[in-house]
């Protein structure tokens, strides 16, 4: 079976272009399930619908897994299985079958914009380091992209003169997003002086390590933790935070939501609906220009009174 599941790990990453990330975690699923499977002593192509029930009993009773966390473990199962499907080893894909526990809902953490502010005046943009960082967290903020896409960003997907970028998403597909001015003066500012001491290999990306080459997922993260720990705020950072702040801002600002779905990427409509929640003031500042009674028009209750 192991032999099966590299080859399924090679599909995924050479032919379904998943992420290094979703491609550890459905690996780190995988196995767990195979752990399960030598333990009951089933084989792997002869499951059936019974003990796919009993083993998400196991993950949620015995390995005390969320819901979302099972949902994604029978997520990577069921890819798997159409794999094997697909490569005649069975007939049928038992997981098609099973559908997941309710996700826990849970809003997307996202900044205030004071927050942004505070977290924006942290780099030296003297430096070629700080217009780097800089530039990361403007087009993080700016495009809403996925830190995937941001650290494949290349010279050549630049238009500088549109403010576009041209972005390689998941599945291969291409979309264009806009950066604003903020990000264009930095960007402005990195290439011609950071970017040129930096780039010393002559790479063909737009961010550069601190070892001359390609910035990769893993070093946003870490250039992110170190931003953050000099500021007040007290909240975990992540990449995907700056992507849910662009798309709760957008919307807070009237943006209709067809727009930020095209904007993020998503496939699905489905998916964007998670940035539907909006701030209280958000709420109360449209309730009171909206709504035709929310306030009382002074000049109509002065003239009933004369």
């Given at each position: 079976m192991?032999?099966?599941?590299?080859?399924?790990l090679d599909y995924l990453v050479y032919q379904r272009n998943y992420s290094k990330?979703?491609?550890?975690?459905?690996?780190?699923?995988i196995q767990i399930y195979i752990m399960y499977l030598l333990r009951e002593n089933i084989n792997y192509l002869k499951i059936e619908y019974t003990d796919i029930r009993f083993y998400l009993m196991f993950l949620k009773e015995e390995k005390k897994e969320k819901n979302s966390s099972i949902c994604r473990h029978l997520s990577a199962l069921r890819t798997f299985y159409n794999y094997l499907l697909n490569k005649n080893y069975i007939s049928n894909n038992p997981f098609n079958y099973i559908s997941g526990p309710?996700?826990?809902?849970?809003?997307?953490?996202?900044?205030?914009?004071?927050?942004?502010e505070e977290l924006f005046a942290v780099p030296d943009i003297k430096t070629p380091f700080g217009q780097r960082d800089l530039l990361i967290l403007e087009m993080l903020y700016a495009t809403g992209v996925r830190v995937g896409e941001l650290?494949?960003?290349?010279?050549?997907?630049?238009n500088q003169e549109e403010r576009t970028i041209l972005i390689l998403?998941?599945?291969?597909k291409e979309r264009i997003v806009h950066y604003g001015e903020y990000a264009k003066e930095i960007l402005e500012i990195y290439l011609k002086d950071g970017y040129q001491q930096l780039n010393q290999n002559h790479s063909d990306y737009l961010f550069i390590n601190n070892k001359k080459g390609k910035l990769t997922?893993?070093?946003?993260?870490?250039?992110?933790?170190?931003?953050?720990?000099?500021?007040?705020?007290s909240k975990n950072i992540s990449p995907h935070m700056l992507r849910h702040t662009f798309a709760t801002h957008l919307l807070n600002e009237g943006c209709d939501i067809i727009s930020v779905q095209k904007l993020l990427?998503?496939?699905?409509?489905?998916?964007?609906?998670i940035y539907t929640h909006v701030t209280t003031d958000r709420l109360r500042e449209v309730y009171y220009n909206a709504f035709p009674r929310a306030k009382i028009d002074q000049k109509k209750i002065d003239h009933k009174k004369g």
């Open positions: 192991e032999n099966v599941v590299a080859d399924f990330y979703t491609v550890l975690n459905y690996h780190k699923d309710k996700k826990e809902k849970k809003l997307p953490r996202y900044f205030e914009y004071n927050e942004l650290v494949s960003i290349q010279r050549k997907d630049l998403g998941k599945g291969n997922e893993r070093g946003i993260r870490d250039i992110l933790d170190r931003l953050i720990k000099k500021t007040t705020l990427g998503h496939e699905s409509i489905n998916t964007t609906q």
